[in-house]
């Protein structure tokens, strides 16, 4: 269920004449099972190519925006929080949480779908949704393996990521940061 | 026995021993016990004496003549064995050390003594028990080890073996074990455990995405 600013109705138009599936703000989409949509990122993250699928983020992205009249950078966190969280629902992609754990930023998704082991391709996903909203570049990397995704700059990914397939916790990794790197 | 028939009992035995040294073989020796067998004349007579006393009183002091006379009626009466001289016989050694007077004296008085002489000194016995019982006091029976007399006279107090411990009747009861959380009070802190130098929260998504960016490692 999507947020008050969030309004799902007629978000899909559906033209049984030519048979196509139309999103609102996103053109045509096709609707496809996990069970095939979870090889094809299994193969992606394989290649180490997620170039697609964060695409695909970023186009879920455009469609939040569009629903909140421009731009979401002066949004007020609620409403664009709650926006992204509708587009992922009605797109079959789970619920989206968000926790502040200081100043960092973690993100999470309820009945997540199991494409790949690590959810790579999520993460990819929600890179792509995040990085449309903020006009900047975000990485979402795996924390847990429940689908919770650390909101970092790309420079430190890499990083957090190792901390994270070390056996650190979200709150030992966000300890490890500091703003501007500073002790 | 009156003292006149002590008296005449004893003159008795003074002729009966004068007969004898009159019919007795002439010997330097029995004359010369007669002073000896004389001394009990001048001693007064005893009152308690027994007439067993009396036998033993004459024995021992007719004893050195009666040894003299039966060692001179051994070598006088004995028929010399053939091919022994008298002279053996008569050197021959004793058959047996007799007792001196005295020592039979005190062997008498050994054997006549009465069992219970010593009837003031108090039986003394040691007995040790084969095993020892424990002593066993029922909880319900009242004991007779109680102390009834005044505290100042009382013996120690006896070692009693204490009833079982309530541990054992509690090992035979069957209890289920269940957790059983310690309570604890929640710390109520009079001021802020921690102060933090908060920035106020981000009110649009543009700060909150800028500030998470800029995380960096430590």
Redesign the interface.
């Known amino acids: 269920m999507a947020g008050a600013s969030f309004d799902p109705g007629g978000f899909f138009e559906f033209d049984l004449a030519t048979g196509s599936i139309a999103a609102r703000g996103a053109g045509r989409v096709l609707v496809l099972s996990d069970s095939v949509v979870a090889p094809l990122v299994s193969a992606a993250v394989a290649n180490g190519d997620l170039t697609s699928v964060r695409k695909l983020g970023r186009e879920l992205g455009e469609c939040v925006l569009e629903g909140l009249g421009g731009g ?6 609620e ?3 709650e926006s992204a969280a509708g587009v992922l629902s009605v797109m079959g992609w789970g619920r989206l949480r968000v926790e502040r754990w200081g ?3 973690v993100a999470s998704l309820d009945h997540i779908p199991r494409l790949d082991e690590d959810h790579l391709g999520v993460a990819a996903l929600l890179g792509g949704l ?1 990085s449309a ?2 006009e ?1 570049e ?1 990485a979402c990397v795996p924390v847990s393996s429940a689908g919770h995704f650390l ?3 790309p420079s ?1 990914a890499q ?1 957090v990521w190792k901390w994270s397939r070390s056996g650190d916790d979200i709150a030992a990794i966000v300890g ?8 | 026995m009156s003292a006149a028939e002590k008296v005449a009992r004893l003159e008795a035995m003074l002729a009966r021993v004068a007969k004898n040294r009159t019919d007795g073989p002439t010997r330097g020796a029995p004359l010369a016990a007669a002073p000896r067998a004389a001394a009990p004349l001048a001693a007064p007579p005893e009152p308690e004496v027994e007439r067993s006393d009396e036998i033993v009183e004459e024995t021992i002091v007719a004893g050195r003549d009666e040894l003299m006379l039966d060692l001179s009626e051994t070598v006088a009466e004995a028929p010399p064995s053939p091919g022994v001289p008298p002279s053996a016989l008569v050197s021959a050694p004793r058959p047996a050390a007799r007792p001196t007077p005295m020592e039979r004296a005190i062997s008498t008085e050994l054997e006549l003594a009465p069992p219970d002489a010593d009837e003031d000194e108090p039986e003394l016995e040691i007995s040790y028990p084969e095993e020892e019982e424990p002593v066993v006091i029922e909880a319900d029976e009242p004991s007779d080890l109680a102390q009834t007399a005044p505290l100042s006279t009382r013996s120690p107090e006896p070692v009693t073996e204490r009833p079982p411990a309530p541990v054992a009747a509690a090992v035979e009861e069957t209890v289920e074990l269940a957790p059983e959380p310690i309570v604890l009070a929640v710390p109520q802190p009079s001021a802020p455990i921690a102060r933090v130098a908060s920035r106020p929260r981000a009110a649009t998504f543009g700060e909150l995405i800028q500030r998470a960016l800029a995380l960096r490692p430590r």
């Not at chain 1, 979401?72 to 966190?77: G, I, R, W």
């Open positions: 979401a950078l002066d949004a007020t966190v409403a664009v929080l100043d960092a930023l995040l909203l903020a900047h975000i909101l970092v700059d430190v990083k490890r940061l500091a703003p501007g790197g500073a002790a």
